[in-house]
C-alpha cells in the first residue's frame, strides 16, 4: 500500500473542488450516468484484458465519479462508508465475514 | 465532514480483512459483477428517491465492492486515484477543472 495518507474525505473534498460546479450544473441524473459509464470502461479493462496502467486509471476514475455522485446527493461517502462497514461484516458482525455463502 | 480519518487504503485493507478470502474464492469476473450489482442498487435508490439512509447504504456498497474488485485486481485504489487525480484536473490541469464542457 501507498505511503501516502489520504482520506476517503479528502478525496471526496478534492473532486467537489475540481468538479462540483461542473456536478452540480449536469444534475444528480447525468452524474449518476457518468459514474454506471464509468464503472462500464473498468468492466471493459477488466474483460479486455487491458494493462495494469489502464485499469487503475478506471478504477482511479470509479471512484471520482463516486465521489462527485456523492457531492451532488449531499452524501458523505467516508461517513457512510466506516458507518456501514465499522470494522466488522455489518450483516454476520464477523472479522473476517462468516456470513453463509451464497 | 467527518471527524474521523479513514484512508482510501485503510478500507480497501478493511475490505480485505473482512472478505478477501471471499473475494478470491469468487474470482475477478463474480466480484466485478457484484460491483455492477451494487451501482445498480445505488442508481435504483436514486431514482426511486429512497431515503437517505438508503443512499447511504448504498454509496458505501458500491465503495465497499469497488475495494473488493481492486483487491482481486491487485490494484491499489488509493495510489490510482491520487496519482490520477493529484490536486488537479489530470486532463486540463486545472484546479478547478477548465475543460470544455461536453
Known amino acids: 500500500m501507498s ?3 489520504t482520506s476517503i474525505d479528502e478525496f471526496q473534498e478534492l473532486m ?3 468538479y462540483g460546479d461542473r ?3 449536469r444534475g ?3 452524474t449518476m450516468l457518468w459514474l454506471v459509464s ?3 470502461e473498468f468492466v471493459e479493462a477488466v474483460v479486455k ?3 495494469v496502467e489502464s485499469m487503475n486509471d478506471e478504477a482511479a476514475d470509479v471512484l471520482a465519479w463516486l465521489c462527485s455522485a456523492c457531492n451532488v446527493l449531499g452524501i458523505e461517502l467516508e461517513t457512510a462508508a466506516t458507518s456501514k462497514y465499522n470494522g466488522k461484516c455489518p ?3 464477523g472479522s473476517p465475514c462468516k456470513c453463509p455463502k451464497k
Open 3 to 5: 505511503f501516502s495518507m
Open 23 to 25: 456536478d452540480v450544473d
Open 91 to 93: 450483516r454476520c458482525n
Open 28 to 30: 444528480v441524473q447525468g
Open 16 to 18: 467537489k473542488t475540481l
Open 49 to 51: 484484458h487491458e494493462s
Open 38 to 40: 464509468e464503472v462500464g
